[in-house]
């Protein structure tokens, strides 16, 4: 039977869907151009917000994993990773799990605060184009206003989610987000027939992320309530888990810097064309294909934990078996969702009567490349970093820079195809192949066995689904 953590996760998500089924045709249809293009260019501005975390969430998870597999201590670095013994499945390190903690209670804080400020500047100036197309439109002001705590509100819930996830409790994160999706889909619905703008999407958006992280915190504090465990000093600040986080987080936190400007530059420098309806077509087609990789990233990441936990026992041939089982079934859902939406897509919005449109044919093809392949990088990077080593920082914020840098060069003379071959070929030359090739050597891989291997574990794994599907219903 498949993993839980994924079906909840996919559960998730395919609510997600029908906010694209039946949320998404009426925003196409009721909002303006400029809303539109102000609509899709939210997530770019959230995740700017969300850059605040610098990496620390992802560490905690990593770090939640070590100490409930029974760790004593987080190593800094790929060094102290292969220096210390492989760890024996036992009880969880309480002390450890508990300063933890009550250290990321207070990291948390500042890193709200420093999202709110990115927000008042940088992001004012990421969305001062749009506004300034809208003649300044007061209700985007207000939505762009409310967006604000709406961020503070997902960067404190952050800790919660990672340590959820770190405990290996995925499925019931994802079972109350599916939840959520669910009412969301709902109002969105109701909102949007009755002609409600953006900002009152945003407003339940807000509401949502606070009942999300009260629920989050509730469940972790619980969970320690359950093993019996006291927090005593809920503010006590651990140096020695701060530098072991530190290690790896800055390192992490200067990825995710590049890693936006990777994902989110060509969106950002389509938001600068004075074209409002291309830049509503590119960022649609962009909105689009995140809820394909969100799919995508499911199966591997929701399994996360299992992966580190392996990786800390350094168990070698199962942690190859079950990565591979989990990037196959991402890679299946990707490659498949985008050559439908490809060769049919507009034909279903023409169907559905949107004037909105993806990009032509030639670029849509170019950004379902590129992002399949950077789908297959940021698995293997997420492999190797499990021994909490982090070096791609230098090529993600080089690569993420160039994309910007000559993106906005090329804007000019070539418009949106500019925009896109720049970061397939930056990609191609610095990052599609660096964590690959840094994940095989940790796995004691060779390149030949990895690429016969691996679609091999995955059929196997999809196979055994099926056949447990076909037992249960006999």
Request: glycine fraction near 8%; hydrophobic fraction near 55%.
């Amino acid at each position: 039977m498949y993993h839980s953590p994924t079906m909840m996760s996919w559960a998730s998500y395919f609510i997600r869907f029908g906010s694209a089924l039946f949320v998404l045709p009426l925003i196409l249809k009721l909002y303006t151009p400029v809303e539109l293009s102000f609509w899709f260019f939210i997530n770019t501005i959230v995740g700017f917000a969300m850059l605040a975390d610098s990496g620390f969430g992802a560490t905690l998870i990593r770090a939640v994993s070590y100490f409930k597999a029974g760790a004593s201590y987080l190593p800094r670095n790929k060094k102290e990773y292969d220096e210390i013994d492989e760890i024996k499945q036992g009880e969880p390190h309480f002390p450890n799990l508990v300063n933890l903690l009550t250290t990321a209670n207070r990291i948390y804080i500042f890193l709200g605060l420093f999202a709110i400020l990115m927000l008042a500047t940088g992001g004012v100036a990421a969305v001062w184009n749009i506004m300034s197309i809208s003649e300044h439109q007061t209700d985007l002001w207000v939505a762009y206003l409310i967006i604000i705590p709406y961020c503070f509100a997902m960067i404190m819930g952050v800790k919660w989610s990672s340590f959820m996830r770190g405990l290996g409790y995925v499925a019931a994160e994802a079972r109350f987000g599916a939840f959520q999706g669910l009412v969301r889909v709902l109002i969105f619905v109701i909102m949007l027939l009755l002609k409600f703008g953006p900002a009152y999407l945003i407003g339940y958006m807000f509401i949502e992320a606070i009942i999300r992280y009260v629920y989050l915190r509730w469940f972790v504090l619980k969970w320690f309530r359950n093993e019996k465990v006291e927090i005593k000093e809920k503010n006590k600040f651990d140096p020695v888990i701060f530098k072991s986080l530190w290690s790896a987080t800055w390192r992490t936190g200067l990825l995710f810097w590049g890693a936006y400007g990777i994902q989110s530059g060509t969106s950002i420098l389509a938001s600068q064309l004075s074209d409002v309806v291309m830049m509503a077509s590119f960022l649609f087609t962009m909105r689009i294909f995140t809820f394909l990789l969100n799919i995508a990233r499911a199966p591997f990441y929701s399994n996360v934990p299992t992966i580190y936990s392996l990786a800390a026992e350094k168990n070698t041939m199962l942690l190859r078996k079950k990565s591979s089982e989990y990037m196959f079934i991402g890679f299946a859902v990707l490659i498949a969702g985008a050559l439908g939406l490809g060769f049919f897509g507009d034909t279903l919005l023409g169907v559905l009567a949107i004037e909105t449109r993806f990009v032509p044919l030639t670029i849509f093809a170019i950004i379902a490349i590129t992002e399949i392949l950077d789908l297959h990088a940021s698995f293997h990077a997420t492999i190797y970093t499990s021994t909490n080593h982090v070096p791609f920082v230098i090529p993600a914020t080089v690569s993420g820079a160039l994309i910007i840098g000559i993106g906005f060069l090329t804007i000019p003379a070539y418009g949106i195809l500019g925009i896109v071959v720049t970061k397939f070929l930056v990609q191609w030359l610095m990052n599609n192949w660096y964590a690959p090739m840094l994940s095989l050597r940790f796995l004691k891989w060779p390149l030949l066995s990895y690429l016969y291997q691996a679609p091999v574990y995955g059929l196997q794994f999809v196979g055994q689904i099926f056949r447990d599907n076909l037992g249960r219903k006999r």
